[in-house]
């Protein structure tokens, strides 16, 4: 499987480890030229969602991601990477749940940015997640996913009630971190 890791910002290292421990034959997308490869998957890396969006509207990536992942190619996003891919943003202070025109719309979720707060920015915890029991899921200045906005989503993990990772036509999207413990 040829898989396309996003790498213009962020923690797009651990997430090509993680798929090469998957056994995916793996490239960077930098710029244009890189899109003109193959490719079975595309993966979008935790990191500073307002930052990659922007890369992406200056490197001229945007427009074509947003047509691959409208066109139905399978898509592996955690954080930063749910964050960009998000219909709608919640966070306080966004009155009318506008998201940043550089951010793709795709996968009808509300995020709220940053929302475990300081104290609990980061954290590590153990729960279901697809059928399997006592996963290790890592938060990194999480986002949460604060509304569903399809009734054809299922949720794969949730904490405090709420979901982390959800699966919805070719996207698979999550709060946490699968790519930092997928052999804990
Ligand atoms: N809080 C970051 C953002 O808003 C996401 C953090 C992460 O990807 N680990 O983009």
Redesign the pocket.
Known sequence: MKVGVLAVQ?AFAEMEAYWRAEGADVFEIRQLADLGRPVDLLALP?????VQGKLLKDLGLFDPIKKLIDGGLPVFAT??GL?LLAEKIDDPGSRDGTRPEQWFGALPVAVR??AYGRQLGSFTTRGDFDGKHDFPMTF????AITDLLSPDIEVLSTFDGAPTAVRWRNITAFTWHPELNATA
């Open positions: 962020g935790g990191g500073e969602s307002t954080c930063a964050i940015r940053n990194i200045r999480a986002p």
